[in-house]
């Protein structure tokens, strides 16, 4: 018999894969293997100098995090090695466990396993260690092909295996999913307000205000749990386990079209808390470019006219021109061309046509992701070769890019769509009785952008179609500073067929002077001041 090794020091390691609800034979809780490590000391005359632990880690996991502790520590000779109650606490996986061994061996430690009787100290030892390990891995494998035949054949009949039900539906009797009869038009709504480019915590607002309770009973919607709603495929009617997809499991929620839409960035800004303001985030500056501030203002009379302003100051530098402009000045206009624009002869006739198209485009991006896997999943490498499979992976690769792009460009042109009533006249008849909130979303839908110049003299005297443009849906440049992207400060180039006397710098725009009487004496003292050098003006 192989002599063993005394009085060595220690790390002992303990594992647990799943703590709640275990019980039986293969179950050996962190207080057992602890009792059985410190007998395995005692008896060998070693000494344990660490303990390290890691619950809720499964076998399988190379990189868990009192393991690699307990490594770290046999690299660095702080330890004779690692003392486990069981082999399969120690790993599952043959690669991850040769990975480990490997170390102790370069280290010149050892690991002793006390249910196995296993001490690699000695010549039997690691024998019996490889062959131990071998076994595992056979288990492990064993476990995992059963559970996968399981995942892919309740795959295939549009079973949703997950724990949790998904926000929006509840599961039938088979296991498949159902739309919630309340929940489900709530998070369709998500989706829509989400494309049209509200905020997530202008979208966390709307959830919570619609009482609608999520999987795990929250008592509030947070950005990031919508994050994942949104991002969720359950919602086009998939089912998923592992690399089993079943895309008509289960009635959609949303179309492609739709859910790809939220997906996507939004060009304007939410609007804050409190602004209250019709345009909020979509107003912005001709000489910056910048989205306007929305704010409030005293008139004489004690009222607050709500008004949107140039902040000035820009991460990219000053804004050569700043403006401001009422808001009971521009928003009515910017209503009236949107309610015009749903004619017959609008920019925004052809909202349904667009949305075909961005159909057809989504169908074409099913069809280019499904060729891409198809070719992936064949195996064709042993017929064609390393090199011919990886340049046709790659030219399959670069169609799904072309069809997801131009899925992109449609979706732009479509959102609208999406936000509108089967017929615009419905909702032109019923514009006036929308709350501000449902006015907002459908103009962010519809409008990139209200560019707004600065006037000459005084603002007030400038018809405000003179002085604004409405970029529709899809019209504004891509490089619009917003928030997370700095833009250039550079002028907005405006179209020829507006008066070009317009925009001249200055900030006395749309504020009638008897908004604020310190500005009306400002400007009549500049008025009176002679230019620079002295001439006074003819």
């Known amino acids: 018999m192989s002599p063993r090794r005394s009085g060595l020091r220690l790390d002992a390691y303990i594992r647990v894969s799943r703590v709640a609800g275990r019980s039986g034979e293969s179950f050996i809780s962190p207080a057992v293997q602890r009792e059985r490590i410190e007998a395995a000391a005692v008896a060998g005359g070693h000494t344990i100098v660490e303990w ?15 393991f690699q502790r307990a490594l770290e520590r046999v690299d660095a000779r702080e330890t004779d090695g690692i003392i486990v109650a069981s082999l399969d606490r120690f790993a599952r996986s043959v690669t991850d466990a040769a990975l480990a061994l490997r170390r102790l061996e370069d280290a010149g430690a050892a690991l002793i396993s006390v249910r196995d009787s296993l001490d690699t100290s000695t010549p039997i030892g690691r024998f019996a260690r490889t062959m131990m390990l071998a076994l595992g891995e056979l288990e492990l494998d064993r476990i995992r092909e059963n559970w996968s035949v399981a995942q892919a054949r309740a795959v295939a009949r549009g079973v949703h295996i997950a724990s949790r039900t998904p926000t929006g539906y509840s599961r039938g009797e088979d296991g498949r999913l159902v739309p919630d009869p309340i929940a489900a038009p709530v998070v369709r709504e998500l989706f829509l307000r989400r494309a049209a480019g509200a905020g997530w915590r202008e979208l966390s607002n709307f959830m ?20 994942a709603i949104v991002a969720n495929r359950v919602y086009l009617g998939e089912a998923r386990g592992g690399q089993n997809v079943n895309e008509h499991a289960h009635e959609p929620l949303v179309s492609r079209a739709e859910w790809e839409a939220a997906q996507g960035e939004r060009t304007g ?11 909020a985030g979509l107003v912005r500056w001709a000489s910056c470019r910048y989205v306007a501030k929305s704010d409030r203002m005293r008139d004489r009379d004690g009222s607050r006219l709500g008004l949107y302003r140039c902040r000035g100051r820009h991460p990219s530098g000053r804004c050569p021109a700043g403006a401001t402009v009422l808001a009971r000045i521009i928003d009515p206009w910017v209503e009236q061309r949107f309610l015009e624009a749903l004619g017959p002869d609008g920019p925004l006739a052809h909202a349904s046509q667009a949305t075909h198209d961005t159909e057809l485009a989504a169908r074409r991006l099913d069809d280019a992701e499904a060729e891409l896997v198809a070719y992936r999943d064949a195996n064709l490498v042993s017929v064609i070769g390393q090199q011919s499979f990886q340049a046709g992976l790659e030219t399959r690769a670069r169609a799904v890019d072309a069809a997801r792009a131009e899925l992109a460009v449609e979706q732009r042109r479509s959102e609208l769509a999406t936000m509108l009533p089967s017929t615009p006249g419905s909702l032109v ?7 501000l909130d449902e006015r907002r979303t459908i103009l962010r839908a519809a409008i990139d952008a209200v ?25 504004a440049p891509t490089d619009l500073p917003r928030r997370g992207r700095r833009g250039p400060l550079a002028a907005f180039p405006w179209p020829s067929e507006h008066p070009d006397d317009v925009g001249v710098p200055g900030r006395e725009d749309a504020e009638p002077r008897s908004l604020d009487r310190r500005n009306s004496r400002r400007r009549k003292g500049a008025h009176a001041r002679p ?6 003006p003819r």
Not at 211 to 216: C, D, F, I, W
Not at 457 to 474: C, K, N, S, T, Y
């Open 451 to 475: 560019i707004v110049r600065p006037a000459r003299g005084a603002g007030r005297q400038v018809p405000i179609d003179e002085r604004a443009l409405i970029l529709w849906r899809g019209q």
């Open 531 to 536: 230019p620079a050098g002295g001439v006074s």
């Open 269 to 279: 800004r939410s609007a804050r808390n409190g602004d209250g303001l019709l345009l």
């Open 52 to 66: 390290h632990e890691d619950l809720d880690e499964p076998g399988s996991r190379y990189d868990r995090p009192g």
């Open 208 to 227: 919570d205000s619609q009482q609608v309770v999520g999987p795990y009973a929250n008592a509030s919607w947070t950005p990031s749990t919508l994050r």
């Open 429 to 435: 008849e019923a514009w006036a009785n929308l709350s």
